[in-house]
Structures are given as C-alpha cells and as structure tokens.
C-alpha cells in the first residue's frame, strides 16, 4: 500500500503562481513509478494534466495542451517527490489537484497499482 499526499493548494489572482508537492510513502524504489497529476474542475470530471514516467522511460514528461508552457512537473526521486509548478493560473485551472502514483506490478502476480491522494483545492480568482 503506498500512500500519496499532496499540498501546496489555495487562492491566487489570474496571472498568479503555485507551487503543488506531492509525497509518497515508504516503498518500493520511487523512481519506479509513474507519476501524474490529475485536477477536477467544479461539476467537470477528473482530467490529466500532466505525467512523468518512471526510470523506464526516462522520466518522459507529458502534458495536456491546456497546461502545455505554463505548468512544470519536476520529481525529486531521493525524496519521494513530485513538484508541480504553475505559473500563469487562469481561472479555468481552479480544481481539485490529485496526484496520482502507479507502482509497477509483478509479472506472473499483479498488474500495476495506482494510488491517488486525496487531492488538495487550487481556486484562481478573476
């Protein structure tokens, strides 16, 4: 079981910056596991904002288009940690900001795991 928490949220005026963390728990090594962040805008459903892949993949970096140049996922592996940054926040990028961690499964046993946390509020006023 790996638990995710994530902080850093709050209110911030358009053309504003936030700095997102997220922290998984103890484990198996994290630089095995992808990471993500998903955000939920008010009545709309969960999209994904932005991935990095594990060292499988190089730490490959994604984004969706509507945060493409504005966000900046970053990963600290000696702690456990995924940074997002955002810079140029719209009122449209006010959500509920989840970070996601996908632990690679056993071949043979188990398929790969993802853990969500519980999210933590972003609000970008007009």
Sequence with gaps: QVQVEESGGGLVQAGGSLRLSCLASPGVTFSTYNM??????????????????????????????????????????????????????????????YCKATVPGVRGLYGDLDYYGPGTQVVVSA
């Design 36 to 97: 993500a962040w998903y955000r939920r805008p008010p009545g709309e459903k969960r999209e994904l904002a932005t991935m990095v892949a594990s060292i499988t993949k190089d730490f490959e970096i994604n984004y969706a288009s509507s945060v493409q140049g504005r966000f900046t996922l970053s990963r600290d592996n000696a702690n456990r940690k995924v940074f997002l940054q955002m810079s140029s926040l719209k009122p449209e990028d006010t959500a509920m900001y």
